[in-house]
């Protein structure tokens, strides 16, 4: 193992077309013509400031093969697939709400799902310890048999199925740290008691009606599903107390034998889709425990998929701190917009917030 994290991506992915809405939506009518949230430069710019930085050098690049059709259909239906595929070759529309295909994008969607397929393959071969893929189109908002949230293909719910197919694992660990619920990878889990959801987010926000601490799972897979709603305003002291007294317990016990994140960076505080103010530092502070967790239960295989983030500005330097947090080792890089203030303690309204989750997980985990 020459260096300790790999690092997947591919120029393809920037090249998957939203078109120039605004924020969420397309333009026209009162909307005037602007960047679409979900645009490449968002993602493109992580690689940029990888390369320009020189820190690229202190990864295992990987490329990226391309999912199957049989990969896709572990987690989505035929017929949902297949139309996909046609809105792709037919120049575009609508596979659900907010779920864009562009021309030639059943394609892209195929590496990006693919690259998180090449992702655990190379961890749990031990050519890495653990890997960040820097996929697109994102996955954790796609059901399996609609697309939504920009989201088409569930890339972090593929690639569980893909391990435990593949390797025989019982106990896979996903952690959704997006600002939005992980509906579509909640739902691929709910009966199932040998992946463990935990999903942080924000109360109240996209998709509505998901997301409610008090949804725990279903049948078998009652108590594997853990949703933890914060507050808007929330900043690093809060998502930190959120992982120390929630994850961290309940991680412990469950003992997973391969963790995967949906590493949105989303609960920032300059994204305009998200009301957090997570700093890039605090995503170093949630990366390192989340790397400890890895470290302590599963010889470290941790796979991290990128899903949100929609500050083209500041969601470069927050993912860079991830990776540097998964390789062990920092960059020269200072993060420019952090000019001294601190984004506020633990207030009591997210202490509440965390500890209303544990009344409810504590009939299934012990705090």
Request: net charge negative; proline share 4%; charged share 25%.
């Given at each position: 193992?020459?260096?300790?994290?790999?690092?997947?991506?591919?120029?393809?992915?920037?090249?998957?077309?939203?078109?120039?809405?605004?924020?969420?939506?397309?333009?026209?009518?009162?909307?005037?013509?602007?960047?679409?949230?979900?645009?490449?430069?968002?993602?493109?710019?992580?690689?940029?400031?990888?390369?320009?930085?020189?820190?690229?050098?202190?990864?295992?690049?990987?490329?990226?093969?391309?999912?199957?059709?049989?990969?896709?259909?572990?987690?989505?239906?035929?017929?949902?697939?297949?139309?996909?595929?046609?809105?792709?070759?037919?120049?575009?529309?609508?596979?659900?709400?907010?779920?864009?295909?562009?021309?030639?994008?059943?394609?892209?969607?195929?590496?990006?799902?693919?690259?998180?397929?090449?992702?655990?393959?190379?961890?749990?071969?031990?050519?890495?310890?653990n890997a960040y893929a820097l996929v697109r189109p994102p996955g954790?908002?796609?059901?399996?048999?609609?697309?939504?949230?920009?989201?088409?293909?569930?890339?972090?719910?593929?690639?569980?199925?893909?391990?435990?197919?593949?390797?025989?694992?019982?106990?896979?660990?996903?952690?959704?740290?997006?600002?939005?619920?992980?509906?579509?990878?909640?739902?691929?889990?709910?009966?199932?008691?040998?992946?463990?959801?935990?999903?942080?987010?924000?109360?109240n926000i996209f998709p509505k009606n998901r997301g409610n601490i008090?949804?725990?799972?279903?049948?078998?897979?009652?108590?594997?599903?853990?949703?933890?709603?914060?507050?808007?305003?929330?900043?690093?002291?809060?998502?930190?107390?959120?992982?120390?007294?929630?994850?961290?317990?309940?991680a412990g016990q469950f003992n997973p034998e391969l963790i995967l994140?949906?590493?949105?960076?989303?609960?920032?505080?300059?994204?305009?889709?998200?009301?957090?103010?997570?700093?890039?530092?605090?995503?170093?502070?949630?990366?390192?425990?989340?790397?400890?967790?890895?470290?302590?239960?599963?010889?470290?295989?941790?796979?991290?998929?990128?899903?949100?983030?929609?500050?083209?500005?500041?969601?470069?330097?927050?993912?860079?701190?991830?990776?540097?947090?998964?390789?062990?080792?920092?960059?020269?890089?200072?993060?420019?917009?952090?000019?001294?203030?601190?984004?506020?303690?633990?207030?009591?309204?997210?202490?509440?917030?965390?500890?209303?989750?544990?009344?409810?997980?504590?009939?299934?985990?012990?705090?």
């Open positions: 193992m020459s260096k300790h994290t790999g690092f997947i991506c591919d120029e393809s992915y920037f090249w998957h077309q939203t078109g120039n809405g605004a924020l969420n939506i397309r333009a026209g009518g009162w909307v005037q013509e602007d960047t679409h949230a979900e645009n490449p430069e968002t993602k493109r710019r992580v690689k940029n400031l990888l390369e320009r930085s020189r820190y690229i050098n202190e990864l295992n690049v990987i490329l990226p093969r391309s999912a199957t059709r049989e990969d896709i259909e572990m987690n989505h239906q035929p017929a949902y697939i297949d139309m996909v595929k046609k809105l792709s070759r037919e120049n575009g529309g609508d596979a659900g709400v907010h779920a864009i295909v562009g021309p030639d994008t059943y394609e892209i969607a195929l590496l990006s799902a693919g690259g998180v397929l090449t992702a655990v393959d190379a961890v749990m071969e031990k050519e890495v310890r954790h908002h796609a059901e399996p048999n609609e697309g939504m949230g920009f989201c088409l293909f569930n890339n972090v719910a593929i690639a569980a199925k893909y391990a435990r197919e593949k390797y025989g694992l019982k106990r896979i660990l996903i952690l959704d740290w997006d600002v939005h619920h992980g509906n579509g990878t909640e739902s691929a889990f709910r009966f199932d008691p040998e992946v463990l959801f935990i999903s942080i987010h924000q109360e008090t949804y725990t799972g279903e049948g078998d897979g009652e108590g594997f599903n853990v949703n933890i709603e914060l507050p808007a305003g929330t900043g690093n002291e809060g998502y930190l107390y959120t992982i120390e007294n929630v994850v961290e317990p309940i994140v949906s590493a949105g960076q989303d609960p920032s505080r300059f994204d305009p889709l998200g009301r957090m103010l997570v700093t890039a530092e605090g995503f170093y502070q949630i990366a390192s425990k989340v790397k400890n967790l890895a470290d302590k239960h599963c010889e470290g295989r941790l796979v991290a998929c990128h899903e949100g983030g929609y500050s083209t500005a500041y969601v470069p330097f927050c993912t860079l701190r991830v990776i540097e947090a998964f390789n062990g080792k920092r960059s020269q890089i200072e993060d420019p917009f952090d000019l001294g203030y601190h984004e506020g303690p633990l207030y009591p309204n997210q202490k509440e917030a965390v500890h209303k989750v544990i009344d409810i997980q504590s009939s299934y985990w012990d705090f």
